[in-house]
Every structure is written in structure tokens, then in C-alpha cells.
């Protein structure tokens, strides 16, 4: 089964690269898929830029990446806790994996909050924030 995963994350990275309203996607060397970057904990990071919440949104639960996500328990243990985190950045600003983890750390720990929310429970940027 996670052959089909991995079969999947060229034309799912292509789709990204494509869409409206995309800045940013973590990659690998050569500017490949960056699931194997870091994989301590037996985590996948999967890290994108993008210019408003809703375009996100888009791409994520209304473009063919819908049906990818609806197959991820084939290739992923359920998850107790969060494991996407959104947050707000300047323009022009890239996040690094730590910069990541501390911010899914601080969901996992406070709960939404303006500086590490979800989809269910986000924020309005505030002052030069401009890209999540």
C-alpha cells in the first residue's frame, strides 16, 4: 500500500505547483518530494506555502488531492493527536521544519491559537502577515 503512496507524490507535487494561490513546498534534493526528509517518530513532513487560507483549502479538500487525502488511513496510524498546523507569515518569509514542529507543538499544548491553529479553528492574519 504505500507503494500507491509513493506512486502518488510526483503528479500530487505537480498538481500543488500548480495551483492558484500556491507559494511553497518543502522538497528534497533536486526539488523532489520531501517525505523522506527528517522521518524521525515515523512522521511524513509535508510543509506548503500558501497565499490565503481559502486557496489552501482548495487545493487541499476540492482539487484531485481530495481523493489522496481520503486514502491516507490506507497508509498512515490514526493519529490521537493534531497533525496539521497552520500559521500565519510575513511575505517573502520561508518556514523551516523546526520552525514546523514548534508550532505543532504548541497546537498539541494550547489548542488553536493566532499563532498555531487548523482549518476548524483559524485566525485572521494580523499587521504583515500575509501567507499561511
Not at 492558484?20 to 515515523?42: E, H, M, Q, Y
Not at 497552520?86 to 517573502?92: E, K
Request: glycine share 6%; aromatic share 12%; with cysteine.
Amino acid at each position: 500500500m504505500a507503494a500507491d503512496f509513493v506512486a502518488a507524490l510526483d503528479p500530487i507535487n505537480a498538481l500543488v505547483d500548480a495551483t492558484p494561490g500556491f507559494v511553497w513546498r518543502l522538497t528534497g534534493l533536486g526539488g523532489k518530494d520531501a517525505s523522506s526528509i527528517d522521518p524521525c517518530d515515523n512522521l511524513v513532513t509535508n510543509m506548503t506555502v500558501w497565499e490565503s487560507r481559502e486557496a489552501m483549502w482548495e487545493f487541499t479538500y476540492r482539487s484531485e488531492h481530495r481523493e489522496f487525502m481520503q486514502r491516507r488511513r490506507e497508509w498512515f496510524m490514526p493519529q490521537a493527536e493534531a497533525s496539521t498546523v497552520l500559521w500565519w507569515i510575513s511575505a517573502g518569509h520561508i518556514p523551516t521544519v523546526f520552525e514546523a514542529r514548534e508550532r505543532l507543538n504548541r497546537l498539541r499544548e494550547m489548542g488553536p491559537t493566532p499563532e498555531a491553529f487548523t482549518f476548524a479553528h483559524s485566525y485572521e492574519p494580523t499587521g504583515e502577515l500575509v501567507a499561511v
